[in-house]
């Protein structure tokens, strides 16, 4: 019998079995049996529902975890080329310290000659002024002797006179001249014993000082970088073999999702057709009030269409635009002022069927929820967490569950899943989705979902 269930679901849509329909009339034994089969089924997907949904949750932890191993690599590669960077120009620097040494030394060569070439203008300037000396006598014995001469030496007596003052004068200034080139001479001595590089010797001027502790201080640098190099390069090592651990472990997890969503597909098909058998099931009642809600919007929407109150054009309308400032991201369409004063009386009243049911909204063939349960329509504060799980309207929620129901076309899908209640709380719940059609086109689905 199970291998016949089993045939009737493989086919283009899913019908009661004639032999299993007959076999349910044979008696309350046989229907005890298939309840039972169905409870066994639904706690299957239960379990099902629980381990993709912490498989998902694993899934999405490996994704991050990936991505931020994956920026780390980027952020170690970075680092090994800016070491490369520092490598290169502190090199450079060393080169240009060398280059500043022979400079200076140059330099200090050349302060030598100075020094040399003032001594010999000093020398020069000693050699004048005992010229002067000498001027200076010879110009004073002139002017005695004019004196004695009287009348006729007197001119040569003032000419005497002029030469003696100029001697003076001449004197003075190379003495002066002397004085200032000694004392150049001893200043640019000094520099060029500072500037001057003595191989070999211990102690050297303070500016070849000061360039020796920056070239120690560069070369101190160059070392630094090639072993923090050599780190990072095990690091890179490092960082790719985790790379590769955990995109195994993601292609992993993503088999098991497979395997865990065929698992819960094959729970949710017994569910379904144990249904469609009319047995009747703990979920039977709320299948029957998603169908129907679904006919009753579907009238609804057919009778707007037919008084003109919103052109079916508006009603498919599927352009989407975004709300600003929204997180979760929300949208307009051109039927959400419609959908806000005919679902809310369907909707509403679904919620009355059972404290177990969470939700019962219309949702269009994409996801989109233009208008939720009023404790879910609740506008936006700015904190994620909170706008997350009450305000869920204007959404659009094309997950595995959202979409399937959204686009069923069958009489009704019964789906198992894990929904988040926000703030990391989790709950598995039941949604019966019957088709919404208007005009014989489909619209989308109802969708109500409940607890275990």
Known sequence: MMKKLLLAKNGPALRPVDSLAAATAAGPDLNAAIRSIAQQASNIGREAAEVRGLLDDTTKTSERSAQGVAALA???????????????????????????????????????????????????????????????????????????AGEAGRGFGVVADAVKDLAAKVESSSKEIMRT??????RIDALAKEIRFREGDAEQGAFHSALADVRSGVTDIIGAAQQSRTICAGLDQQMSAIVGEIGQSGRALGAAMKRSESFLGVSERLIELVAECGVETDDTP??????????????????????????????????????????PAQHTTRFIALADRLFPQVQERMLTLSDKVVFC????????????????????????????????????????????????????????????????????????????????????????????
């Open 181 to 186: 080139i000694g004392v150049l001479d001893g």
């Open 286 to 327: 709320y299948i029957n009030a998603a169908r129907e809600a679904a006919g009753q919007i579907a009238q609804l929407l057919e009778d707007a269409v037919r008084t003109g109150t919103i052109s079916e054009a508006h009603l498919f309308d599927e352009a989407y635009q975004p709300m600003p400032n929204t997180n």
């Open 361 to 452: 909204i219309a949702a269009d063939r994409n996801g989109y929820i233009s208008t939720h349960n009023r404790k879910y329509n609740q506008p936006q504060r700015g904190d994620l967490a909170w706008d997350s799980a009450n305000s869920r309207y204007r959404r659009i929620f094309n997950d595995r569950t959202g979409l399937a129901s959204a686009r069923n076309e069958r009489p009704f899908l019964l789906q198992t899943y894990r929904r988040d209640m926000g703030g990391g709380k989790f709950v598995v719940m039941k949604e019966a989705a019957a088709p919404i059609t208007v005009n014989g086109r489909h619209w989308g689905g109802v969708r109500l979902a409940f607890k275990f």
């Open 74 to 148: 980027d952020q170690v590669k970075s680092i090994t080329r800016a070491q490369d960077g520092i490598g290169s120009v502190s090199n450079t620097s060393l080169e240009a310290v060398e280059r500043v040494r022979g400079a200076v030394d140059e330099v200090g060569r050349e302060v030598s000659a100075i020094v040399s070439t003032l001594r010999e203008v000093s020398d020069a300037a000693a050699s004048i002024t005992k010229i002067a000396l000498q001027t200076r006598l010879v110009a004073f014995n002139a002017s005695v002797e004019a004196k004695r």
